[in-house]
C-alpha cells in the first residue's frame, strides 16, 4: 500500500434498541441482552500517519487526559500487540455528547484500531481487532465488526442481524450519566429472564437501567416525557439520551424541529452495516482479512 498523507473515516454512534440485564458476575461486571442499532451519524477522524512511532491527539475532549482518552489506547495497543515503529497524528472532530449512551468513546477506539491496522500495514483480522478491542471496552467489537448485532455476555458476544430501515430522532439533555453509578445502583435490575433471538418482538423491547436513570437525572426524564408526544421513546444504553422512531425522514425531522433549545438533537438513519466499513472498503479494497 502507498503511504497516505490523510485519511478521514467515519465514527458511528449506536443505540441499544433494548437493554436487559440478565445476571451478575462476581468480577462485577453484568451479563446482558441488547441490540446494538448502527447509526449514520457520529464523529470523525482524521489519520495522519508518520514513521516517529508518536501517537498525538488532536481536539482532545474537555475533562478526558490523553492517558484516559480510548483513541489513544487503542492506538497504543495495537502498537504493542504487532511490535509497530510506526506513529500517527489523529485529528478528532466530535460531534457525539459525552455519557449519552450512544456509544462514542468506544467507536472512536474502533476507527482507531480499523485505520491504523490498515495505514501501518498490521494485518490483523477483524476477529484479532476486536479481541483488542474488547481490552478497551465491552462495546467497542460491534464497531469493529460494523454490523448491527444481537449482542449478550457482557456485550461481547455478538450475532449479526438484518433490521428494518428506520428513521432515528436522538435527544440529549443537558447531563452526564454515570455509568458506574448506574450499574453499581441497589435497584437496578440484574434478574431479566434471557430471551432468544428468534422469539425477539418489539413489544419486549424495554431498558433495565432506565428507572434508575430518571430518578437519579430528572434532565432525562423531562426528555422522556416530551418525547412521548411523538413515538414510543426509550432510554439507550446507560442514558442520558433518549430516542424514537420513525418510519422516514419527514417525520423524523419534524420532531427533531420541535425539540427545545437547550437539548442536543439529531436525526439519524439506522445503518446495518456500519459507514466506517462502507468507507474503509471504497479506499481498501481487499486489503483488510476478515477471519
Known amino acids: 500500500m502507498k503511504p497516505m498523507l490523510s485519511l478521514r473515516l467515519p465514527s458511528p454512534a449506536k443505540i441499544n434498541l433494548f437493554l436487559h440485564i440478565t445476571g451478575q458476575r462476581e468480577n462485577g461486571y453484568h451479563d446482558?441482552?441488547?441490540?446494538?442499532q448502527l447509526l449514520?451519524?457520529?464523529?470523525?477522524?482524521?489519520?495522519?500517519?508518520?514513521?516517529?512511532?508518536k501517537i498525538h491527539l488532536k481536539g482532545n475532549i474537555d475533562g478526558v487526559d490523553e492517558k484516559n482518552n480510548l483513541i489513544i489506547r487503542a492506538a497504543k495497543l495495537l502498537q504493542i500487540s504487532t511490535d509497530c515503529t510506526r506513529g500517527c497524528t489523529i485529528e478528532l472532530d466530535k460531534n457525539l455528547p459525552l455519557g449519552a449512551g450512544l456509544g462514542g468513546?468506544?467507536?472512536?477506539?474502533?476507527?482507531?484500531?480499523?485505520?491504523?491496522?490498515?495505514?501501518?500495514?498490521?494485518?490483523?483480522?477483524?476477529?484479532?481487532?476486536?479481541?483488542?478491542?474488547?481490552?478497551?471496552?465491552?462495546?467497542v467489537p460491534v464497531f469493529i465488526y460494523g454490523q448491527s448485532a444481537f449482542a449478550e455476555g457482557i456485550g461481547e458476544i455478538l450475532t449479526p442481524i438484518e433490521l428494518p430501515i428506520k428513521w432515528f430522532l436522538v435527544v440529549t439533555p443537558d447531563c452526564h450519566v454515570s455509568t458506574e453509578e448506574v450499574f453499581s445502583h441497589p435497584q437496578l435490575t440484574r434478574n431479566s429472564s434471557p430471551i432468544k433471538i428468534r422469539a425477539l418482538s418489539?413489544?419486549?423491547?424495554?431498558?433495565?437501567?432506565?428507572?434508575?436513570?430518571?430518578?437519579?437525572?430528572?434532565?432525562?426524564?423531562?426528555?422522556?416525557d416530551w418525547m412521548e408526544n411523538f413515538a414510543t421513546p426509550l432510554m439507550t444504553g446507560t442514558g442520558a439520551s433518549v430516542f424514537c422512531s420513525f418510519e422516514n425522514q419527514r417525520e423524523a425531522e419534524s420532531a427533531l424541529s420541535k425539540v427545545p433549545k437547550n437539548w442536543q438533537a439529531f436525526v439519524a438513519k439506522g445503518e446495518n452495516c456500519s459507514p466506517l466499513h462502507q468507507q474503509m472498503r471504497t479506499f481498501f479494497t481487499g486489503a483488510w482479512p476478515s477471519g
Open 32 to 36: 446482558l441482552q441488547t441490540i446494538f
Open 40 to 53: 449514520d451519524f457520529g464523529d470523525n477522524l482524521t489519520f495522519y500517519p508518520n514513521e516517529s512511532g
Open 105 to 139: 468513546g468506544s467507536s472512536n477506539a474502533a476507527t482507531a484500531l480499523v485505520a491504523l491496522n490498515t495505514l501501518w500495514e498490521c494485518g490483523l483480522t477483524e476477529k484479532s481487532l476486536a479481541r483488542l478491542g474488547e481490552k478497551i471496552g465491552a462495546d
Open 202 to 224: 418489539g413489544e419486549q423491547y424495554r431498558n433495565d437501567c432506565q428507572s434508575v436513570v430518571l430518578n437519579l437525572y430528572p434532565a432525562v426524564k423531562q426528555v422522556l
